[in-house]
């Protein structure tokens, strides 16, 4: 076990791109995209997730990742086709199938997530699950809001969500409730 882990881990390879809200880390490995993470100062995630420092060039996933990133922040993607690996349990991946259905420049609540996913009690569950997104934008978590229609439980923080639902809502000719 330990040996396909170590192997795991080595064929991994990231790339940190800019982006409107600050630099963005790609990971990939076994052409798929991994991971996508924001910088937040205390939440980096280690070396094993990381892999090996590459450039965009270095990958056709990281590639794909940033032009369609690209396109995203530009108003002009509203849906990612990316092959993704997403190592989570049965339902935090239930969940993540789940973010993928909202809308884009839609939002809706954990309360409703959780409802969507045939457990309308869990909640907060769904809101851990949602937390524990390994591919955060691509994944749309920004999209979830409290029931009252906070922005709250933002792992890249209020105002990167408030910037990406802005941004979606604006392209779609939608406004921010």
């Not at 798929?32 to 993470?37: E, F, I, N, Q």
């Not at 990612?80 to 884009?104: C, E, H, K, N």
């Not at 922005?151 to 969500?161: A, E, S």
Request: hydrophobic content about 40%; overall charge neutral.
């Amino acid at each position: 076990m330990s040996a396909t882990m170590s192997t795991r881990r080595s064929s991994l390879v990231h790339a940190v791109i800019g982006s409107p809200i600050g630099p963005l880390t790609l990971v990939a490995g076994d052409g798929k995209l991994s991971g996508l993470y924001m910088e937040v100062p205390g939440h980096e995630p280690g070396q094993a997730a990381l892999g090996d420092l590459g450039t965009v060039g270095d990958d056709a996933v990281l590639a794909a990742a940033a032009s369609q990133l690209g396109a995203y922040f530009a108003g002009e993607l509203m849906s990612f086709d990316l092959p993704l690996s997403m190592a989570g349990t049965g339902f935090q991946r239930t969940v993540w199938t789940a973010l993928r259905d909202i809308p884009y420049g839609e939002t809706i609540s954990y309360g409703e997530l959780a409802r969507r996913i045939g457990q309308p009690s869990a909640s907060r569950a769904v809101g851990l699950a949602n937390g524990r997104n390994p591919v955060s934008i691509v994944v749309p978590c920004h999209r979830v809001i409290g029931a009252n229609g906070s922005l709250t439980g933002y792992g890249g923080g209020i105002d990167r969500k408030r910037y990406l639902l802005s941004l979606e809502q604006k392209a779609s000719g939608q406004t921010l409730a």
